[in-house]
T-cell receptor, first 113, second 110 residues
Framework: DAGVIQSPRHEVTEMGQEVTLRCKPISGHDYLFWYRQTMMRGLELLIYFNNNVPIDDSGMPEDRFSAKMPNASFSTLKIQPSEPRDSAVYFC???????????FGEGSRLTVL | GENVEQHPSTLSVQEGDSAVIKCTYSDSASNYFPWYKQELGKRPQLIIDIRSNVGEKKDQRIAVTLNKTAKHFSLHITETQPEDSAVYFCAANAGNMLTFGGGTRLMVKP
């Protein structure tokens, strides 16, 4: 398996623009997690899905952020409108069970100017 | 929710010495405690984990200990090597979610 695949790897955009980050989990994994990593706040869980259903989105910072998982092999994290404080590395991770190893993607580095 | 504190934030050791990183957690229901290593510009990767039915686990030069009564767990790396230099994160589960500590930047000087 190719592992968790994220795109784009790097995104530079201007404040106010819409940003869409994409994730393909490992086949057969039924949990998918979106994390945000910054120097100041470390690794923060934004939202997670089980069997394509959002279970906990309490980490989503505000209404500008939304996430979907239309099927078992694809998820998106959208920021609209983007702001400079959204600049971070966004990681997607999947897991074959609820409590076990997380397999992280390579991350999407977002810079909002 | 779960709160995980990690210390120290940076740690510098001489090659061959041991390194110890400590974490505390708040939720007594937590039962899964993994450690991840993140090299510069790379993704976090699991290096070892421990579940609450054991107090210690070892894998070559890496060991973890868990004290459920005190709600703390530690990572021990012996005979450190330059390739151990990275950021290490502890984590604890709250249900099916993992909450990560703030990370420890380990620098191993040759």
């Amino acid at each position: 398996d190719a592992g968790v695949i994220q795109s784009p790897r790097h995104e530079v955009t201007e404040m106010g623009q819409e940003v869409t980050l994409r994730c393909k989990p490992i086949s057969g994994h039924d949990y998918l997690f979106w994390y945000r990593q910054t120097m100041m706040r470390g690794l923060e869980l934004l939202i997670y899905f089980n069997n394509n259903v959002p279970i906990d989105d309490s980490g989503m910072p505000e209404d500008r952020f939304s996430a979907k998982m239309p099927n078992a092999s694809f998820s998106t994290l959208k920021i609209q409108p983007s702001e400079p404080r959204d600049s971070a590395v966004y990681f997607c991770a999947s897991s074959p069970g609820g409590t076990g190893e997380l397999f992280f993607g390579e991350g999407s580095r977002l810079t909002v100017l | 929710g779960e709160n995980v504190e990690q210390h120290p934030s940076t740690l510098s050791v001489q090659e061959g010495d041991s390194a110890v990183i400590k974490c505390t957690y708040s939720d007594s229901a937590s039962n899964y405690f993994p450690w991840y290593k993140q090299e510069l510009g790379k993704r976090p990767q699991l290096i070892i984990d421990i579940r609450s039915n054991v107090g210690e686990k070892k894998d070559q030069r890496i060991a973890v200990t868990l004290n459920k009564t005190a709600k703390h767990f530690s990572l021990h790396i012996t005979e450190t090597q330059p390739e151990d230099s990275a950021v290490y994160f502890c984590a604890a589960n709250a249900g099916n979610m993992l909450t990560f500590g703030g990370g420890t930047r380990l620098m191993v000087k040759p």
